[in-house]
């Protein structure tokens, strides 16, 4: 049995690297003024790092020998990190905060530190998931933007294969990476009905063709190869035979042209003639958890035949995502997942008290904002058991708050919790919303 004396082996080499003697690479980190100069052994660079290997290789010694290399993008502690990883095979990650880690895996990636980058994103995973989930939407356009972080890729996706009007009815859905929606409408367990996947599929390729007008009859036969050539790794991914026969002429049928000619005629031939043999491949149905069935009595709002090519509402004219970001961390016993959905906003609804009577009464989770006029104020609550215009009275609740917002030259948000319970919601139906009854908060 061979002993194996890994830890004394990572000391001597850790201590290689605070030696000053026999090195012959320098890396400068970071821009001036803030430059700070490491130095380094070429045989453990090129053997450890793909990207130091190719960097030495053309790198030019000076009259002592020795090779420079500069990386202006990557900031003197993450570097301390990594170079200590390549020396002595260790990454000490339990005072870090999450969105270095996660920045640090991009650093990884660059420099071809495969291992590196496995642990740190497992770290993420299954240490910091609370984060991820707050900064969802970022973790997941920038993990699609890196081909190596599949960990994290395969994590995003679990998450919106159970919820995937999250990215679907998103306003940022038709900029999304083609790998990015590839990857989950390719997965068995995407709980969305095939023809509202379609629809959206339709959506994203027409949105990348700009010059296509809403309305295929309208298309020429270069529009239709246009559209087809930009979905071509998404069209295979559709199960089109699990598709009712109303679907596939509704849906399906305005845009045939970007279909296979074989595929069109085996749907043809399954409706008309199910008995005979045909040439496509045919996918299981998807593992729908709890199956809707559309209402055929209605008309279905996935239309395909003139597809919405003006971008849609932003959710908010008033907080961005870190506004956003910071409510969700502020509210206790969340769910595992959520996400916002408008339902009153003023300078479209109205600022009557009736108009709030009317949109909110009696729901529950509302996060009330409101823009200071001429300021850069941003005021909110957040009431998760709702009013209720019926009550006439002050409602007793423990997790309501309320906060003003960093926005501008206001530069810290603040968060003011219930001290009294008993009076923390306010519901008379002569004034609308209120929170406490006095100096509850």
């Not at 104020?377 to 409602?395: R, T």
């Not at 960093?406 to 008993?422: A, D």
Request: glycine residues 4%; contains cysteine; charged residues 25%.
């Amino acid at each position: 049995m061979a002993a194996k004396f890994f830890e004394k082996l990572s000391n001597n080499y850790l201590e290689l690297l605070e030696d000053k003697e026999d090195f012959n690479v320098i890396i400068n980190i970071g821009e001036a003024p803030n430059v700070k100069v490491f130095q380094a052994h070429s045989a453990i660079l090129k053997h450890r790092s793909l990207y130091f290997h190719n960097e030495l290789k053309i790198a030019e010694k000076d009259k002592n020998n020795i090779k420079t290399i500069n990386l202006k993008n990557i900031s003197i502690q993450q570097f301390e990190i990594i170079i200590k990883y390549i020396y002595g095979g260790i990454a000490l990650l339990e005072k870090l905060e999450a969105s270095f880690i996660f920045e640090l895996i991009h650093v990884a990636c660059k420099l071809f530190l495969e291992e590196l980058v496995k642990y740190l994103e497992t770290h993420l995973i299954e240490s910091n998931a609370h984060w991820l989930r707050l900064h969802f939407d970022r973790i997941y356009q920038k993990s699609f933007q890196n081909v190596n972080l599949l960990m994290l890729q395969n994590w995003c996706n679990d998450i919106l294969v159970k919820n995937p009007n999250k990215i679907f009815e998103s306003e940022n859905f038709t900029s999304l990476q083609e790998n990015a929606l590839v990857s989950l409408i390719e997965r068995d367990d995407l709980q969305m009905e095939e023809t509202k996947i379609w629809y959206y599929i339709i959506k994203w390729g027409i949105a990348q063709n700009p010059d296509l007008s809403s309305n295929p009859e309208d298309w020429s036969n270069e529009n239709f190869l246009a559209l087809k050539s930009t979905l071509k790794n998404c069209l295979p991914l559709i199960r089109y035979f699990q598709m009712s026969g109303d679907d596939v002429y509704d849906h399906i049928q305005p845009f045939q042209q970007i279909l296979e000619k074989d595929l069109w005629k085996d749907l043809v031939k399954r409706y008309m003639t199910p008995y005979r043999p045909m040439t496509s491949i045919v996918f299981r149905p998807r593992v729908i958890l709890t199956p809707e069935m559309p209402d055929r009595s209605k008309p279905s709002k996935y239309s395909t035949r003139t597809m919405p090519l003006k971008p849609t509402e932003p959710f908010s004219k008033v907080i961005n995502q870190e506004h956003k970001n910071d409510i969700i961390s502020w509210i206790n016993n969340k769910p595992e997942f959520y996400c916002f959905k408008l339902l009153l906003r003023g300078s479209r609804d109205g600022f009557t008290r009736d108009t709030f009577w009317n949109l909110c009464n009696k729901q529950k989770n509302l996060d009330i904002v409101i823009k200071v006029k001429n300021t850069d104020e941003i005021l909110g609550g957040y009431n998760p058991i709702g009013w209720d215009k019926a009550f006439n009275g002050y409602k007793s609740c423990k997790e309501s708050f309320i906060f003003s917002l960093k926005n501008g030259t206001v530069q810290t948000s603040i968060l003011s919790r219930v001290k009294i319970t008993k009076s923390a919601i306010h519901c008379f139906d002569n004034s609308g919303l209120g929170f406490t009854g006095g100096d509850g908060i």
